[in-house]
């Protein structure tokens, strides 16, 4: 698929589980985020990676560990989920470098992750 | 720390009313984006304002940046229900290349 992808769009997990969510780009884009969003406090970054194998921490990272050993991908790794983590999470690309990317970003369709 | 204040927060309008969404930001930034998100759905790039003055019109929105006020607007003209969604701007990080800061989000309501 062209685009960005997202799995699973669903996720049920209990607490304590390790739990990956996958994001896949196929736009070449150098840049991939994390975000999750609750009610409440809108979109919040999580991690953020400018290339393979450069990786960031945004506001919220507890909990959260990333890799990027490929440009098209970006899995976000729950360790040991909690209850808190129940969210819905969105990965973004975007590309500021390239010539009229203007660093907008591309979100992806999001997966819900309910922890119980 | 730069912060992106939108208002309001909620908004509820009639159909065929005009209406301003406000996006208010704390440092300097020269490019603004806007987005709408419909219910479960994703974000979609809705405007990229590039520069002070830049306006965008798509349909019944329109978007405009002010830099130096450090303010956007997002004008609803005559809502339709299709416009229900909720509208998020978003401000370049400068001192952090290739990061956007989100503004809370307005959730529209356009009621027949």
């Known amino acids: 698929d062209a685009g960005i992808t997202q799995s699973p769009r669903y996720k049920i997990t209990e607490t304590g589980r390790q739990v990956t969510l996958m994001c896949h780009q196929t736009w070449s884009h150098s840049y991939m985020f994390w975000y999750r969003q609750d009610l409440g406090h809108g979109l919040r970054l999580i991690y953020y990676s400018a290339a393979a194998d450069i990786t960031d921490k945004g506001e919220v990272p507890d909990g959260y560990v990333v890799s990027r050993s490929k440009t098209e991908n970006f899995p976000l790794t729950l360790e040991s989920a909690t209850r808190s983590q129940t969210s819905v999470y969105f990965c973004?690309?975007?590309?500021?470098?390239?010539?009229?990317?203007?660093?907008?970003?591309?979100f992806g369709p999001g997966t819900r992750l309910t922890v119980l | 720390e730069l912060k992106v204040e939108q208002n309001p927060l909620f908004l509820s309008m009639q159909e065929g009313k005009n209406y301003t969404i406000y996006c208010n930001y704390s440092?300097?930034?020269?490019?603004l984006y806007w987005y709408r998100q419909d219910p479960g759905k994703s974000l979609e790039s809705l405007f990229v304002l590039l520069s002070n003055g830049a306006v965008k019109q798509e349909g019944r929105l329109m978007a405009s940046l002010d830099t130096k006020a450090r303010l956007s607007t997002l004008h609803i003209t005559a809502a339709v229900h299709d416009l229900s969604a909720t509208y998020f701007c978003?401000?370049?990080?400068?001192?952090?290349?290739?990061?956007?800061?989100f503004g809370q989000g307005t959730i529209l309501t356009v009621h027949p």
């Open positions: 440092t300097t930034s020269d490019r």
């Open positions: 973004a690309s975007s590309d500021p470098g390239a010539s009229r990317s203007y660093n907008e970003q591309f």
């Open positions: 978003a401000v370049d990080v400068r001192t952090s290349y290739g990061k956007l800061t």
